[in-house]
């Protein structure tokens, strides 16, 4: 219950990691509307070598806080850095990977080109730039897609080539927005294991996503934010916890008929599957036991949601959004 209330976890060694934000605010102005206040005092510390999840509804300000560690945009209040360095002059002097959640180039320009065009860009000197390139249309598995031009290539296929740019140096920091999007399962799997074998002591990765069984499966951390403001930050790494879920799902293929009788306000799904509260876990263990005593078969009992899901439902829910 101490993680569930902590709607400011992590704040506190935001000066310690190789990423840092230090009470960062945003407001957006205009000559003829209201601000807009897209971040507001955000405090979280991301260590080296580890992978932190960002995840949050639309409009949280998951962007503009990717926009201001990038250096896109400068903090209205508070301080952005990494490495104890503003993020443009980091950039600049050390480079860093990064895969926007739409990628953008010239149509036209073929796949193995564009490439080549960024490698150019990054500055990594030919002939390196060429092995990098085959290095990471290999990585990727898009080799055969190497003389297409972007317009013919696939939403998934876009979002492997900006994946293999964003490794095109071997950088520190790895940045990834929506990395799976229009990945087909096999890939969203591959990617998973791609995130894994890049997983060093001296690499940190940020990767903000709204899939959060991919968050959940990756990450060390997740931090939650909702309305500029973060909620909470969910530790991945530690040992599911004893406490039973709030909801679960049932499947019974015998004396289905005894479920409701059991477990008061039972909701049927269908097909022998209900969605049930259980109690605390006395109580879940002696319904259970009291349903299969009836002759009920259960062949399922899970969660209805993973615990991150739990978690970001009622991170939001707490800040007055909508789960």
């Known amino acids: 219950m101490d993680e569930l209330r902590s709607a400011r976890a992590g704040a506190d060694a935001a000066s310690s990691g190789v990423i840092a934000f230090d009470s960062v605010s945003k407001t957006y102005r205009s000559l003829f509307r209201p601000p807009v206040r897209a971040v507001e005092e955000f405090t979280l510390s991301i260590g080296r070598g580890e992978i932190m999840g960002l995840a949050g509804p639309n409009g949280a300000g998951k962007s503009t806080l990717i926009s201001l560690l990038l250096g896109y945009l400068p903090p209205t209040s508070g301080r952005v850095t990494i490495d104890e360095t503003s993020p443009r002059p980091y950039i600049e002097r050390n480079g860093i990977g990064y895969l926007s959640e739409l990628v953008t180039l010239n149509?036209?320009?073929?796949?193995?080109?564009?490439?080549?065009?960024?490698?150019?860009l990054a500055g990594i000197a030919h002939p390196l730039a060429s092995q990098r390139v085959e290095a990471v249309i290999d990585?990727?598995?898009?080799?055969?897609?190497?003389?297409?031009?972007?317009?013919?290539l696939s939403k998934g296929n876009l979002q492997r080539l900006g994946l293999a740019q964003a490794l095109l140096r071997d950088e520190a920091i790895l940045i990834l927005d929506e990395p799976t999007h229009?990945?087909?399962?096999?890939?969203?799997?591959?990617?998973?294991?791609?995130?894994?074998?890049?997983?060093?002591?001296?690499?940190t990765m940020l990767i903000a996503s709204h899939n959060l069984d991919e968050l959940e499966r990756l990450c060390d951390r997740v931090a939650i934010i909702d309305r500029g403001r973060l909620q909470r930050v969910v530790d991945t790494r530690r040992p599911v916890a004893t406490d039973v879920a709030s909801l679960?799902?049932?499947?019974?293929?015998?004396?289905?008929?005894?479920?409701?009788?059991?477990?008061?306000?039972?909701?049927?799904?269908?097909?022998g599957q209900f969605e049930i509260e259980p109690g605390d876990a006395a109580v879940l263990n002696r319904r259970l036991a009291d349903l299969l005593a009836r002759g009920s078969l259960i062949t399922a009992l899970i969660p209805a949601h993973s615990r991150l899901e739990a978690q970001f439902r009622e991170a939001v829910r707490s800040a007055g959004g909508n789960a």
């Open 182 to 203: 229009g990945l087909d399962p096999v890939w969203t799997q591959r990617f998973r294991d791609l995130v894994q074998s890049l997983r060093t002591p001296t690499r």
């Open 107 to 120: 149509p036209q320009w073929t796949l193995e080109g564009a490439l080549e065009r960024l490698a150019l």
């Open 248 to 271: 679960y799902h049932l499947t019974v293929t015998v004396g289905a008929e005894h479920v409701p009788a059991i477990f008061p306000g039972a909701r049927s799904l269908g097909q």
């Open 139 to 152: 990585e990727l598995g898009i080799g055969e897609h190497r003389q297409k031009k972007l317009k013919a």
